[in-house]
Antibody
Framework: QLQLQESGPGLVKASETLSLTCSVSGGSISSIHYYWGWVRQPPGKGLEWIGIIFYTGSTYYNPSLKNRITMSVDTSNSQFSLRLISVTASDTAVYYC????????????????WGQGTLVTVSS | SYELTQPPSVSVSPGQTARISCYGD??????ASWYQQKPGQSPVVVIY???RRPSGIPERFSGSNSENTATLTISGTQVMDEADYYCQTWDTSTSVFGGGTKLTVL
């Protein structure tokens, strides 16, 4: 049974860096069939796709966040991470890590597993 | 940037058919997925590749995608289906979600 678990600070000061890690268990992070990514949801609002990373390190980011985010993967520890710099109050959200199942090209994938989510609040 | 548009809310009586639309330019040329999210819970995929249902998802959930609109259909809607529903697709190596639709069953 695949499990995804987010970890990281629940409170970040404005202008600083948000860092989250997702630990993967019950499945291989090095599988060619999956990308690993992040989705966030501001309180009371909809889902926003942040980006994904393949086990080789290839990344695809949301253009609106591209200048501020970095994703990385640590296959030896079955973890992948998100860094978001220069945060503001608008970055306050529940951050989900998610596994994207892939069937060939990038356009043919969907999220088949989600972490429980972690609330990150940006304080002024 | 690519956008997906969903109605903010849909209401249906128990046992009736609910249809939730998702509009995007030439969406029919892309794959659409649908996610169900209940309060305080993580989303769950109910439809992927336009019309495929993951194991464990009831048969009353079905999907279609043609021209500019993807549709999630819930036949014989149950009270337990009350939730927020989000469509998702990919465009130029970027994924995008619709704004979400709150399904009320009453």
């Amino acid at each position: 049974q695949l499990q995804l678990q987010e970890s990281g600070p629940g409170l970040v000061k404005a202008s600083e860096t948000l860092s989250l890690t997702c630990s993967v268990s019950g499945g291989s992070i090095s599988s060619i069939h999956y990308y690993w990514g992040w989705v966030r949801q501001p309180p009371g609002k909809g889902l926003e796709w942040i980006g994904i990373i393949f086990y080789t390190g290839s990344t695809y980011y949301n253009p609106s966040l591209k200048n501020r985010i970095t994703m990385s993967v640590d296959t030896s520890n079955s973890q992948f991470s998100l860094r978001l710099i220069s945060v503001t109050a608008s970055d306050t959200a529940v951050y989900y890590c998610a596994r994207h199942e892939s069937r060939g090209d990038l356009a043919n994938n969907w999220i088949d597993a989600w972490g429980q989510g972690t609330l990150v609040t940006v304080s002024s | 940037s690519y956008e997906l548009t969903q109605p903010p809310s849909v209401s249906v009586s128990p046992g009736q058919t609910a249809r939730i639309s998702c509009y995007g330019d030439k969406l029919g040329d892309k794959y659409a997925s649908w996610y169900q999210q209940k309060p305080g819970q993580s989303p769950v995929v109910v439809i992927y590749q336009d019309a495929r249902r993951p194991s464990g998802i009831p048969e009353r959930f079905s999907g279609s995608n043609s021209e500019n609109t993807a549709t999630l259909t819930i036949s014989g809607t149950q009270v337990m289906d009350e939730a927020d529903y989000y469509c998702q697709t990919w465009d130029t190596s970027t994924s995008v979600f619709g704004g979400g639709t709150k399904l009320t069953v009453l």
